[in-house]
């Protein structure tokens, strides 16, 4: 089973950009859909962004135009480019590994912080 480790979360300001990282353990190039999620205090954990084995994408409303979330199956890696934060997008960020019916495994997170 891939094991996900996410990188690259931190503090920043409204208005700064963060790039996020999710390092898998294996080849991602079979895995259906690789995406971001994040779970803010008290609320319930949301998709951000999604993107297809055949590189089609999907975002939430809120980050659309403002995140680009992009896989490279040579390096076994998927990122997630946030620009124009918001301190609405803090929240703890993971990477998700999904194919329906078969798995659904998730990293252990990384925290964005972004103060007004």
């Known amino acids: 089973q891939v094991q996900l480790v996410e990188s690259g979360g931190g503090l920043v300001q409204a208005g700064e950009s963060l790039r996020l990282s999710c390092a898998a353990s294996?080849?991602?190039?079979?895995?259906?859909?690789m995406g971001w999620y994040r779970q803010a205090p008290g609320k319930e954990r949301e998709l951000v962004a999604n993107i297809g084995s055949g590189g089609n994408t999907n975002y939430a409303n809120s980050v659309k135009g403002r995140f680009t979330i992009s896989r490279d199956n040579a390096k076994n890696t998927v990122d997630l480019k946030m620009n124009s934060l918001k301190p609405e997008d803090t929240a703890v960020y993971y990477c998700?590994?999904?194919?329906?019916?078969?798995?659904?495994?998730w990293g252990q997170g990384t925290q964005v912080t972004v103060s007004s």
């Open positions: 998700n590994a999904f194919r329906n019916l078969v798995y659904n495994i």
């Open positions: 294996r080849s991602i190039a079979g895995i259906e859909v």
